[in-house]
């Protein structure tokens, strides 16, 4: 069952590195990297993150993953990046077929291959990486075991469809126990002679494992999905895997410390999963439920370990929504504390738009100040209220006083257009708070009290529609209607000294709303896309637009069709099969009460509101009580 690979590494390092930019970023063997004789290994795994090392380097899950399979002492696993476009064409060159970091073995001679899927402008990119690994790229190609499993999991996975194509298996959910558990069966099954096929129809049984050859969509005469047909060997849901126990789950403190420069350099731990806000735009806050804290003697230690284990200087308090972590002030306290004397700073990633979280920052920055980003996400109170961001115009206030107080002078404020219910005066109300707050930057201050003039950058990102959100039933803006709307946003920030104004690509916004909603059928958009050259799409200098619609023409798909239009309440979704353990039910109750513009609130704070996930996951969520409200679900 052993398997001899090839190490590329005389032919890498002779014929590729002296040539490109950047070589130290394909190195490989960096301080606490993990390398594992290939002929010991009952199986053997590459992990791909189908983006550049610097990006890919600065993802916690694949770090997770990489010590998760690596501490069993009979799998291996080594990590891939996307090379970039100097090194890929020397590769295509001379031949030599992509290859892992830690000892330039062959993809293409894995037993498994793991991808992760983070961002739907990649899927191009993951096309690509299997090429350059010599593989097919259809499933349906590679029957048997001549040729690895591919597999992939991530935040995409909750709509796998345009991928479904690619792709073996599907892992739905948070991965540390289920990827260990295929690797078993995995090798049980290779011990026992048993086929590919007969392996995929056994791992349909796991617990958050979705096999795409075991369901068949059938479509209607209008193009919409009419039903999922699906095998008796699997289930009719999938339902995601959740890691309750956070304290005792598996956390990397033997962090790698890359030798080229990374986008998130520094250590970091997780102090929480999950965010109950309830945003109704916010995919994540719906598909990481439930909330999961780690305690403070947990992470107290492993901030320690990571440190001493790195060398670090920053140490990164990492989860969704840090500053709502409950005991995230004397944490703070306790960190600063103990590292401090040695030159170690905390960082806290995400705020919430008021003046404690800014007083958070103000703790953490005592050295210097950057820039503070905060995100109100949309002009007026009525669409914040719509999408039930739970930010009020006295809040935005109090955190940029508090902000200007602690001698911030340079302030990032992000928004959204094209939200459902969106008027053009609260397009309109963007630049009225960012006039707004100009006006509290020269208020401040004194004689004794110089002022330094006050900054504000406003991005502004075009809103699309995700699976499993309160808005994943909304058509959204056709292209037309948002280059108005970013025009609409120039003219009213042209005159507007002291600001900046950065809008996203409408078309790339428009394509990722394409395949956030997508179906099976958008998987021959992707192979033609990938036939004509498209990959790094959400890189500007590599997009092309053109090409895009070419594919769709190829195929013969309609793109506005998937992004625009809107979803009816009983139709079948793509992504239907698939359990984020939110009820979708729920998710319609929300989209309810977007147009009424009414909130609800964080059930952290109050009763439980009834989304279903402690019900499907039969957990004892502390954070919902007994409201009664949870019948909605039922």
């Not at 896309?529 to 023409?553: P, T």
């Amino acid at each position: 069952m052993y398997k001899t690979a090839k190490s590329w590494a005389a032919e890498v390092e002779s014929q590729l590195l002296p040539y490109v930019d950047k070589p130290a970023q394909y190195l490989g063997g960096e301080y606490n990297s993990i390398e594992k004789d290939w002929r010991r290994a009952a199986a053997t795994m590459a992990l791909l993150f189908p983006d550049l090392y610097e990006i890919g380097m600065s993802h916690l899950g694949m770090r997770i993953l990489y010590e998760v399979v690596n501490s069993r002492p009979e799998y291996l696993l080594e990590r891939v990046f996307a090379p970039a476009a100097d090194l890929e064409d020397l590769m295509r060159q001379q031949n030599i077929p992509l290859f892992s970091w830690e000892n330039y073995h062959a993809v293409r001679d894995f037993d498994v291959v793991g991808v992760t899927l983070q961002y739907e402008m990649s899927f191009t990119n993951i096309l690509n990486m299997l090429e350059l690994a010599g593989l097919p790229l259809l499933a349906a190609e590679r029957e048997g075991w001549q040729w690895p499993l591919v597999v992939a999991g991530g935040p995409c996975a909750y709509n796998p469809e345009p991928l479904a194509d690619f792709f073996d298996l599907f892992i739905i959910g948070e991965g540390e126990q289920v990827e260990l558990e295929l690797l078993d069966l995995y090798t049980s099954c290779r011990a026992a002679n048993l086929s590919k096929d007969e392996f995929l129809r056994r791992a349909a049984s796991l617990a958050g494992i979705y096999v795409p050859k075991l369901y068949q969509p059938v479509y209607a005469e209008d193009g919409r999905l009419q039903a999922m047909l699906v095998d008796e060997a699997a289930p009719e849901r999938i339902l995601k895997r959740v890691v309750q126990d956070m304290d005792g789950a598996p956390f990397p403190t033997n962090q790698i410390v890359p030798f080229a420069q990374i986008v998130h350099d520094r250590a970091v731990i997780e102090v929480m999963r999950g965010c109950n806000r309830g945003c109704r735009f916010c995919q994540a806050g719906v598909i990481y439920r439930p909330v999961r804290e780690k305690s403070p003697e947990v992470l107290r230690e492993q901030a320690a370990k990571a440190l001493a284990a790195t060398g670090y200087d920053e140490l990164g308090m990492i989860s969704l929504s840090t500053a709502d972590y409950s005991c995230v002030g004397s944490l703070i306290d306790q960190l600063l504390a103990e590292h401090s004397q040695d030159g170690v700073s905390v960082s806290l990633p995400s705020l919430r738009v008021d003046a404690v979280s800014v007083g958070l920052a103000e703790k953490l920055q005592t050295v210097r100040k950057g820039g503070l980003t905060l995100a109100p996400e949309a002009g007026t109170q009525r669409l914040r209220d719509i999408i039930n961001k739970g930010v009020s115009e006295e809040d935005i206030f109090a955190a940029v006083q508090a902000a200007l107080a602690a001698g911030w002078n340079t302030i990032k404020l992000y928004f959204m257009a094209g939200l459902p219910y969106e008027t053009d005066d609260d397009l309109r109300g963007i630049a009225r708070l960012a006039r707004q707050i100009l006006a509290l930057g020269r208020a401040r201050g004194g004689e004794d009290k110089p002022r330094r003039p006050l900054n504000i950058t406003v991005s502004v990102a075009f809103f699309v529609p995700k699976a499993h959100t309160p808005f994943q039933w909304f058509g959204q803006n056709s292209r037309a209607e948002l280059l108005r709307k970013r025009e609409l946003l120039l003219a009213e920030f042209k005159h507007l000294r002291g600001t900046k104004l950065n809008c996203h690509d409408i078309e790339l916004s428009f394509l990722e709303g394409v395949f956030s909603r997508g179906d099976r059928r958008l998987g021959k958009v992707l192979l033609a896309a990938h036939n004509l050259g498209c990959k790094f799409d959400s890189w500007h200098e590599h997009f092309s637009y053109d090409r895009w619609l070419q594919a769709f023409e190829q195929a013969g798909l309609d793109p506005a069709w998937y992004a625009e239009r809107f979803l009816q309440p009983q139709e079948c979704l793509p992504w239907a099969h698939i359990d984020c353990g939110v009820s979708q039910k729920w998710l319609w109750l929300e989209w309810q009460k977007a147009g009424r513009a009414e909130k609800t609130l964080d059930c952290r704070q109050g009763p439980c509101n009834g989304c279903g996930i402690c019900q499907a996951l039969g957990c004892d969520n502390h954070y919902c009580n007994d409201s009664g409200q949870s019948e909605v679900v039922s």
